[in-house]
């Protein structure tokens, strides 16, 4: 998710400490600011399976941010990826990787 916010906030910092202290199907919940971009923040999430992702979407930080957002973003927008390459240390290399794809120096 990318938002750009309206204002120097902790909003992302307590968004994070709720998501560590109540999802443990959350494996990656990191939010970054983007250089040159002071207002701009990336958050980056990884769930366990869906029923994670299902979990974190009844969270009451998440319910609350459609509603209160915009006291905090002026924009928001979401991306959802699906691997198509790279390692995963859950699955071995060669299963991630897209078939016939090999590494050359």
């Known amino acids: 998710m990318t938002v750009l916010v309206k204002r120097s906030t902790s909003w992302s910092g307590r968004a994070a400490a709720a998501v560590l202290e109540r999802e443990p199907g959350t494996l990656v919940y990191a939010c970054s600011e983007v250089e040159g971009a002071p207002n701009q923040r990336l958050f980056c999430e990884l769930y366990a399976d869906r029923a994670a992702l299902d979990e974190h979407g009844r969270q009451p930080h998440v319910r609350h941010f459609p509603s209160e957002g915009g006291k905090y973003a002026e924009r928001t927008g979401i ?14 290399a060669q299963r991630f990787a897209r078939p016939g794809l090999r590494y050359r120096p």
């Open 79 to 92: 991306d959802r990826l699906r691997p198509c390459a790279g390692k995963d240390p859950s699955k071995s």
